[in-house]
């Protein structure tokens, strides 16, 4: 019997079922209820990246005389959207399941390593987030995340490594 290999990154699917999209959001923004105390709103779910955006509440603010944002709240959003991204680039690799099955495999997803470059300070209404997986393995998986403020300007990078399995 021929082996088979996995399929590259560019043979992955560009887009998803309505459902899976929906059940996504669902779990990132309501299940997951840390992500709802940030804030976190999905706007994009693709296989080869994801955006989310952030809004600016009294309660985020990590220095009261400049109005910014905690670093706290933005390491936390990074990685929630390096484990969306992840969540994604899972969900392409096995579009032969059904979207149970694919919600499924997020169980043993978590974050072994994270590291925050905090490039400007987060000033302003609105930010915006993105993230994508360079490389999704067996077992791990490594992402790429970026925290940009409303005009585009990258504030916050991040890199992320989850475990998959």
Known sequence: ????????????????????????????????????????????VHADICTASIAM????IGHYSHNRMHGGVISASLDAMGGLAVMAAIGARHMD??????????SKLGTIDLRIDYLRP????????????????????????SFMAADGKLLSTGAGAYIVS
């Not at 979207?99 to 495999?105: D, M, W, Y």
Request: proline share 7%; no cysteine.
């Open 1 to 44: 019997m021929p082996k088979t290999t996995p399929p590259s990154a560019d043979a992955l699917p560009k887009a998803f079922e309505p459902e899976y999209i929906q059940q996504l959001k669902l779990i990132f923004e309501e299940s997951i209820v840390f992500n709802q105390i940030l804030g976190l709103k999905v706007h994009k």
């Open 57 to 60: 509440r009294p309660e985020l």
């Open 97 to 106: 399941e059904s979207v149970a099955a694919r919600l499924s495999r997020f």
């Open 122 to 145: 987060a000033i302003g209404e609105t930010f915006t987030l993105q993230a994508e997986v360079l490389r999704l393995g067996s077992r791990v998986a490594s992402t790429r995340m």
